[in-house]
């Protein structure tokens, strides 16, 4: 597993031990990769190790081999000026069937050259926030375009200066799980085989149903229709020895089960934009969550 930019908690002496707590509690004894950095960092303090323990380095530019189980990322792409390297790196580093599953900060619109400029804002992780739907637009053409929203969280700010800058944009944290699949094995719209796949309760916490986002939970021992895209991707993934999936059938048709989306994932994060907005106030307030 490698954890993207984790922050000082998994710098000597804490690495491997205070990895993110997710990593930590994810990999075994010398599983675990944490870095951090960006340009500034990398030059203050330049070490690396590939020992299972902390790198220091830009998220642009990772030293990683292609063979990486999970990526996680929690509050950095929208830090990071250019998101289309940091994205391709961890789609480089992923092996096939790897996933990457991160929170970050996204806007329901592009945020205005003014307002990325403004230091402040983008040092509260809002106006490097991408715009969903571009970000879908990157997610496709870095090799993750089989991606699902996991949860969703409006983002508020307390004070008044930032709330007037940044106007009517909604701001919103998004937790994202995307699994690496062949490029050209996706299609522009879920289509029905005929599948289902029943969930075998055996993860670890997830002992009665499992979602793989928001759009697709499985109970235990209940045979739930699938599209052809996500039968692979389960099939594909870590999660494919706690499901079984049945054979592909012939075509039926655009796909309608319960966790057919209008507009694919772009759509439904669009969607959840306006929900957010809606929503009462998050109790974590301003970043990812
Ligand atoms: C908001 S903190 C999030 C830290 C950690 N992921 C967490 O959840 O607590 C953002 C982190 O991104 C790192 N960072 C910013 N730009 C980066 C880049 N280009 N490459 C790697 N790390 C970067 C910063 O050093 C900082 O530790």
């Not at 999970?70 to 289309?84: G, M, Q, W």
């Not at 106007?167 to 062949?182: C, E, N, Q, W």
Request: with cysteine; net charge negative.
């Amino acid at each position: 597993m490698a954890d993207c930019a984790s922050a000082e908690g998994c710098w000597p002496p804490q690495a491997k031990k205070e990895c993110a707590p997710a990593a930590a509690s994810c990999c075994g004894e010398g599983g675990g990769a944490c870095g951090d950095g960006g340009p500034a960092k990398v030059e203050e303090e330049p070490s690396s190790s590939s020992d299972g323990g902390k790198s220091c380095g830009d998220a642009a530019a990772v030293a990683a081999p292609e063979s990486v189980d999970v990526v996680i990322s929690n509050c950095v792409i929208n830090l990071t000026p250019d998101k289309r390297p940091v994205l391709s790196e961890a789609a480089r580093i992923l092996k096939p069937g790897g996933e990457l599953y991160f929170s970050d900060v996204f806007a329901d619109r592009r945020i205005p050259k003014h307002l990325r400029d403004d230091k402040v804002l983008f040092g509260e992780c809002l106006s490097g926030a991408l715009y969903v739907k571009d970000f879908g637009q990157l997610m496709s053409e870095v090799g993750l375009g089989a991606w699902g929203v996991v949860n969703h969280l409006l983002i508020t700010a307390n004070n008044e200066k930032i709330l007037e800058r940044v106007g009517d944009i909604t701001f919103y944290s998004l937790t994202v799980r995307a699994i690496k699949v062949d490029p050209s094995k996706l299609e522009d719209a879920l289509e029905d085989f005929g599948q289902t796949a029943t969930y075998n309760g055996a993860i670890p916490g997830y002992e009665e149903f499992f979602s793989l986002d928001l759009k697709n939970t499985f109970a235990k021992g209940k045979p739930t229709p699938v599209d052809g895209l996500t039968a692979s991707l389960i099939l594909s993934s870590r999660y494919g020895p706690h499901f079984s999936v049945t054979e592909k059938g012939s075509h039926r048709g655009i796909f309608c089960g319960e966790n057919a989306i209008a507009g694919g994932p772009v759509g439904w994060a669009l969607f959840l934009a306006k929900e957010a907005k809606n929503a009462p106030p998050a109790k974590c307030g301003s970043c990812c969550c």
